[in-house]
């Protein structure tokens, strides 16, 4: 079933983030992973593509897995930067071979580690193009949004760059990770003026340490607020105080954008169902 029909026929959607295998992560974990969060009766799960694309080639192997044996819809990340037609054809033809009817269209990140070759594609919205071009309305396509903005850009470029994306073809939206909810109001008060309509789903990433903190800063540019400092402050010497203090701020994070009227929740799990099913279990009545 394709995303942008799900969101017409419920109010509020629930959904997870996964990575494909790496050096840290293997095969099999990513699948327990899976079996773990399908328990919690998601209505979708997502796989990210890798920075600069490194892992991207489990991306639809694992999407298809998601699909067909754990009977949850996929959302496959694609990201183009760097691409060719060429490639980007093929991994089209692969999401459709398996029966993948969703895609997160993304530019992508640079790598850290290595250069980049120059590809045919430059931002999110030549990509969605492409697609609808290729395929018409084959795949419900995603976007992504910054509630504070793209570190790359200013407020106002990355509304205007998100609203290109939007009348491209775009059938839903989904944050990267955000800590303070008034950010993400005084958004969607934006998104309104401009008559941007999707549905708003907003990426929870539950801080359970301090090293996630540094990344997520240097990643999105994602503003700490003063009450988060505080529990950093006072539970940095006490991992486990933390990993609690961390939950309990991201369900009560979700326990207000529900109250407000959020059109989904979407936790990045880091491939830790443990934690997203204690979210889901605090909120399950609220979300109902």
């Known amino acids: 079933m394709k995303i942008g029909d799900i969101f017409k026929n419920k109010v509020l959607t629930t959904?997870?983030?996964?990575?494909?295998?790496?050096?840290?992560?293997?095969?099999?974990?990513?699948y327990n992973c899976l079996d773990t969060l399908t328990l919690e009766n998601p209505d979708f799960i997502s796989v990210t593509y890798g920075a600069g694309g490194n892992t991207k080639g489990r991306t639809v192997e694992i999407a298809e897995r998601i699909k067909s044996q754990n009977n949850v819809e996929a959302l496959a990340h694609f990201t183009c930067i760097g691409s060719k037609k060429e490639e980007i054809?093929?991994?089209?033809?692969?999401?459709?071979?398996?029966?993948?009817?969703?895609?997160?269209?993304?530019?992508?990140?640079?790598?850290?580690?290595?250069?980049?070759?120059?590809?045919?594609?430059?931002?999110?919205?030549?990509?969605?193009?492409?697609?609808?071009?290729?395929?018409?309305?084959?795949?419900?396509?995603?976007?992504?949004?910054?509630?504070?903005?793209?570190?790359?850009?200013?407020d106002l470029l990355d509304l205007f760059h998100l609203k290109e994306k939007v009348d491209t073809g775009v059938d839903f939206l989904i944050s990267q990770i955000f800590?303070?909810?008034?950010?993400?109001?005084?958004?969607r008060d934006k998104l309104e003026k401009l008559q941007i309509d999707k549905p708003l789903v907003a990426g929870i990433m539950p801080v359970t340490n301090a090293k996630q903190i540094k990344k997520i800063t240097s990643l999105c540019s994602c503003t700490i607020p003063k009450k988060f400092l505080k529990i950093l402050e006072k539970y940095e010497d006490n991992p486990a105080a933390l990993k609690e203090a961390g939950l309990a701020y991201a369900i009560e994070q979700i326990v207000d954008l529900v109250a407000s009227d959020i059109n989904g929740i979407h936790i990045y799990t880091m491939n830790k169902p443990e934690t997203a099913k204690k979210i889901i279990d605090a909120t399950g009545i609220i979300r109902k």
Do not use: C, M, W
């Not at 959904?15 to 990513?30: I, Y």
């Not at 269209?105 to 580690?113: E, F, M, Q």
């Not at 594609?121 to 309305?137: P, Q």
């Open 89 to 154: 054809d093929r991994v089209l033809n692969e999401l459709e071979k398996n029966n993948i009817e969703n895609i997160l269209a993304l530019r992508g990140d640079y790598p850290i580690d290595r250069d980049l070759e120059p590809g045919d594609f430059n931002y999110a919205k030549d990509l969605i193009k492409y697609i609808r071009e290729k395929k018409g309305d084959k795949f419900s396509i995603g976007a992504a949004y910054y509630v504070e903005g793209h570190r790359e850009t200013n």
């Open 15 to 30: 959904s997870f983030e996964v990575f494909p295998p790496n050096d840290k992560v293997g095969l099999d974990q990513v």
């Open 179 to 187: 800590l303070d909810n008034e950010f993400f109001y005084s958004f």
